[in-house]
DNA sequence: CTATTTTTGTCAATCTTATAACAAAGGCTT
DNA sequence: AAGCCTTTGTTATAAGATTGACAAAAATAG
C-alpha cells in the first residue's frame, strides 16, 4: 500500500465504495470487475481503477475485485478498523438524533456521553446515554480521551466549545453549526453547513427548470 | 450576468460567500476588496474575483465589492429571492430538528406539512406545522405544489418515497437517507450522506497522527 | 488637477483531476 | 492445452480548477 499524498477526490469517494460493496456483500456477489461497479456506483470505471491502485493493486487482472476484500480495505483507509470515543455536544433534536443513529455505533463509533447548557435536560438518557453539564466537558474529554466530539449547539456557543475541546486533547470535530471553526493543529474538522447544502439545492433547482 | 455554464465548485463555494458577506453586514461593513475578504473566507483573491466574475462585474475597480450588493446578487443567484414550500418525509428526531430549524424558514424555505408511517405521531404539532400520515403525501405534494422535499426517512423507504414525490411533481429533494435516490428528470437531489462525512473525518484524524 | 495607490477583470500558466488507451496478466472455453 | 476473452494497472492525453501576473479603471492623496 503506497501512502504518498492521496488526492482529497479521492478521499471524498471512498466511503461511497464502501456503501456499495456493502450492498454487494449484502447480494452475496464476491467479486466485481471496474465496469460492473461502474455502472452502479456511476464513477467511470476508469476512474474506479485508478481510485482503487492509490492503494495498491487489490484488483486481478481477467477477474476483478474480491468484493469483501476490498471492502475491508477500504475500511481500514478510512480508519475503520478500531473504535472511536465520541461526545456530543447540544442535546436538542440534531444531538438526539445523532444519539439515536445506531449506524455509527456499528461501524466503530461509540458514543460515551452528551452535553449541553440547559438543565432541563441534564440527567435525561438518550440511547441508554447521559447528557452532562456543559461545564464538565473539558475535563471528561480530557479524563476520557475521547476522539471525536459532535458540535451540536448553536451558532454564537460553537468557537467557545471548540476551544475547550482543543485545549482538553480532541482529535477530531464533526461540526454540524453554520461556523467555520478555528481548531488546534492537533484536530481536524468536518462540517455538515446543512443551509449551504440547501441553498445549492434551490441554485439547481432553478437550473432544471 | 453572463449564464454560460458554471462551474460545479463555483457553485458550491457561494454560500459560503454568502453567509461571509452576511457577516460583515451584521458587522456594518459596506465595501470589501478581494484581498480582504480572501484573509476572512480563506479562499485566494484571486479565486474570490474569478468566481465571482463569472456572474459579470459587481466590484469596481480600486474599490472593491459593495457587501450589500454582492450579497444580494449571490442570494438572487442561489435562488433566494423567492419562496420555496417545503414538507419533511420522516417526523422522528431528524425530521423534527429541521422543522425546528428557523434559520430555513428566514431564507424563504417554508414548511407545509410533515409526514410519517407511525400513527403515534400523527396530528402532533411540530414548530406549528401538523404531521399527517404518510399515504397522504402524494396527493399533498401535487395538490399544494411543493417545491422541495426533505427525506428522513429510514433507507429501505427512501426510494419509494421518492418515486412518489417524483410523480407528483416535485422539483427538488433534500436527502438525508444513506440511499443514492433515483429520480425522474425534472427533480434535482442534494444530499447528506453523514455516515460518509464521518468516515472521512477518521480518516483524516488518522493522517493527521 | 496630477500623481500615486488600490483593486478589479482577465489572460496565461500551473496544478489537479478525469478519461482514454493499451500492454500484460490471468481466467475461461473448447 | 491452446487460444480467446476479460480485466487490471499504468501511462498518456484531455479537461477542469486554481493561482499568478498585469493592464486598465477608478479611488485617494497631495
Not at 22 to 42: A, F, Y
Not at 106 to 129: C, E, H, S
Request: hydrophobic letters at 40%; glycine letters at 8%; one cysteine or more.
Amino acid at each position: 500500500m503506497k501512502d504518498n499524498k492521496i488526492s482529497m477526490a479521492v478521499i471524498r469517494r471512498l466511503p461511497k465504495y464502501h456503501r456499495y460493496l456493502s450492498q454487494l456483500m449484502d447480494r452475496d456477489i464476491n467479486r466485481i470487475s471496474s465496469k460492473e461497479l461502474s455502472k452502479i456506483i456511476g464513477f467511470s470505471a476508469s476512474q474506479i481503477r485508478q481510485d482503487l491502485n492509490n492503494f495498491g493493486g487489490f484488483g486481478q487482472q481477467g477477474y476483478g475485485y474480491n468484493v469483501e476484500a476490498l471492502y475491508r480495505e477500504i475500511g481500514k483507509i478510512l480508519g475503520l478498523d478500531r473504535e472511536y470515543k465520541t461526545v456530543i455536544i447540544g442535546a436538542g433534536n440534531l444531538g438526539q438524533a445523532l444519539a439515536n443513529y445506531t449506524n455509527f455505533s456499528r461501524f466503530g463509533y461509540k458514543l460515551q456521553a452528551m452535553f449541553d447548557v440547559n438543565p432541563r435536560l441534564m440527567g435525561l438518557r438518550i440511547n441508554d446515554v447521559e447528557v452532562k453539564d456543559v461545564d464538565l466537558l473539558g475535563d471528561y474529554v480530557r479524563e476520557n480521551n475521547i476522539d471525536i466530539a459532535y458540535v451540536c449547539t448553536n451558532r454564537s456557543s460553537a468557537q467557545q466549545i471548540a476551544d475547550i475541546l482543543c485545549k482538553n486533547g480532541i482529535k477530531a470535530v464533526w461540526n454540524f453549526t453554520p461556523v467555520d471553526l478555528v481548531l488546534k493543529k492537533g484536530a481536524v474538522v468536518e462540517n455538515i453547513h446543512l443551509i449551504e447544502n440547501l441553498f445549492t439545492l434551490s441554485y439547481f433547482l432553478k437550473e432544471n427548470e
